[in-house]
């Protein structure tokens, strides 16, 4: 098996299939530890997918954070305690930490060299360094710009519906650790600033075409968190809510960002990635077992349909809490009622899925915090 990327996705994908006994060869176009934009969050759900198919991880690859603040446009809409903590991370140590499992349990390595050629009916990747695999399943969890999804279709995601982010590292804060969301700092997604040990990652990200102006917002939400001038800012883009309901096609399969497995309302993508990996590893260890390759993407679409559900769920919700008429309201909403908050964080965390969620109960409960807004700004009289 090839597995064309070595992120989260494709270390899952590589660590599961070696396990099971395939020989699997594991390419990417960046030699390790290397740096990629990420907040770094690690949600709950996150640390279950992680733990259960990598196993125990190396000590203080993640810092656990306690406290998340929410606020929007600078105002405070609550502090609330996680528990079990976030886990943050630097992307260059979690990564290669990933990958290095993946090796140790039998991935050959192939880390340096590019895919300069991905034919997918026949499952023969050329390498940059001109080093020609060929084999029965091909797993591109190669990101955004995924090479193996362009090979398929000739583009990865449409530009229309992926996200766009800008961050820096900032030197580290005082104070006890907290994670802070600016859910009005981007237009359809937020920034963060998250404690990590050495550094302070700022940033923010939402819909691309949402946020023409994304460049001005960071220097704003920098200057709000008293950041100092000079730092190096890094971009990239980010499947915000294009889910492949298909994702792959013949013997290829997608997973991780390749298959646009973000949450498009906290635009995490670690947990889905691994997740994702795994699945798809598990789908061709049964296809090839049974000598039917082909059979390897019926097997991954139907395991990963109970996430593309909550994927979609989550992109209905998205539509109307972003939504420009209702947005106050929701940050009203969260202010205000712990309830809420409470549920927010289960989101994220991973204790409560969307589908738990009734969407027409919460736009006619954003309706009302709209509508109680606009009675306290008319003036009386």
């Not at 000079?230 to 298909?246: D, I, N, Q, S, Y």
């Not at 061709?284 to 679409?301: I, K, S």
Request: net charge positive.
């Amino acid at each position: 098996m090839i597995v064309l990327g070595a992120g989260p996705a494709g270390s899952a994908a590589a660590v599961t299939a070696a396990r099971a006994g395939l020989r699997v060869a594991l390419v990417d176009r960046a030699m390790f530890p290397r740096d990629k934009l990420c907040g770094g969050g690690i949600t709950g759900r996150a640390q279950g997918f992680l733990a259960q198919v990598f196993g125990p991880l190396p000590d203080g690859l993640m810092r656990p954070v306690g406290f998340m603040r929410l606020s929007h446009n600078g105002q405070d809409l609550g502090t609330l305690t996680c528990d079990p903590p976030f886990g943050t991370t630097m992307r260059h140590r979690f990564d290669a930490a990933l990958r290095d499992i993946a090796l140790a349990a039998g991935a050959d390595d192939h880390a340096g060299r590019r895919a300069a050629r991905v034919e997918p009916a026949t499952g023969r990747v050329t390498l940059s360094c001109g080093t020609v695999l060929q084999a029965p399943v091909l797993i591109g969890a190669d990101g955004v710009h995924s090479a193996t999804a362009r090979a398929l279709w000739g583009r990865a995601h449409d530009p229309a519906r992926v996200a766009f982010a800008l961050e820096v590292e900032a030197p580290p804060r005082p104070g006890p650790d907290v994670l802070d969301i600016d859910l009005g700092a981007a237009d359809w997604g937020y920034g963060w600033a998250f404690p990590k040990d050495g550094s302070l990652t700022l940033g923010v990200g939402g819909l691309a075409p949402r946020n023409p102006d994304l460049a001005a917002r960071l220097a704003a939400y920098l200057a709000a968190h008293g950041a100092p001038e000079g730092l190096r800012v890094k971009g990239h883009h980010l499947p915000f809510g294009e889910a492949k309901t298909t994702p792959g096609e013949g013997r290829v399969l997608l997973a991780g960002d390749a298959a646009g497995l973000v949450d498009p309302i906290t635009g995490e993508g670690i947990g889905w990635a691994v997740h994702s990996g795994q699945l798809a590893a598990l789908a061709a260890v049964r296809a090839l077992a049974a000598d039917a390759p082909g059979a390897a993407l019926g097997h991954y679409t139907t395991a990963l349909a109970p996430a593309l559900e909550e994927l979609r769920r989550a992109r209905l919700l998205r539509a109307i809490i972003y939504a420009r008429p209702l947005r106050a309201g929701f940050a009203r909403m969260l202010a205000r009622h712990p309830v809420v908050q409470a549920r927010y964080l289960d989101l994220m965390q991973g204790r409560r899925d969307y589908a738990d969620i009734r969407l027409g109960s919460v736009f006619r409960a954003l309706r009302r915090s709209l509508a109680a807004g606009l009675d306290r700004a008319r003036p009386p009289g």
